[in-house]
């Protein structure tokens, strides 16, 4: 439903170490999806690691506890709680299954910009896009 959702696109940018958070409101009555993309130059063929920049996700509940972008997804559909940021990939996602009721804060962290992906700024910066579902947008 399009009334329980909060879309960020690309209207948001950042410079290297900027985060930027977001507070939404969760009744709990669906599941909790947030997915985080950002372009990225591709890397040189040579190294094991082929991103140039580094933006994570982090997702946390009312109570404190922490879900980094991607981790628990390899081996099941809903995230695991805990862990260290995801250095590598480009698309992030958070699922929760039975999110808490309350306010949850999700933010986007540039960690790491070593080439402009926003190019039309003159600054060393990055957008991305943010798509967050089963929400409860307040008036």
Do not use: C
């Not at 290297?16 to 591709?42: C, F, H, N």
């Not at 960690?111 to 947008?137: F, M, P």
Request: no cysteine; charged share 20%; glycine share 8%.
């Amino acid at each position: 439903q399009k009334d329980r959702m909060l879309v960020i696109d690309e209207t948001d940018v950042l410079t290297e170490s900027q985060a930027m958070t977001y507070k939404v409101t969760v009744d709990g009555t669906t599941p909790l999806k947030v997915t985080m993309i950002y372009r990225d130059w591709p890397g040189t063929t040579g190294p094991s690691l082929h991103r140039i920049n580094d933006m994570d996700l982090m997702v946390t509940d009312p109570s404190g506890t922490v879900y980094w972008g991607n981790r628990g997804l390899k081996n099941n559909m809903w995230s695991n709680a805990g862990g260290n940021p995801n250095t590598k990939d480009t698309v992030e996602n958070v699922f929760v299954r039975k999110p808490a009721s309350g306010t949850w804060i999700v933010t986007v962290i540039a960690s790491e910009l070593n080439q402009d992906t926003h190019v039309e700024t003159a600054v060393l910066d990055s957008d991305y896009a943010l798509v967050v579902s089963g929400i409860k947008l307040g008036p």
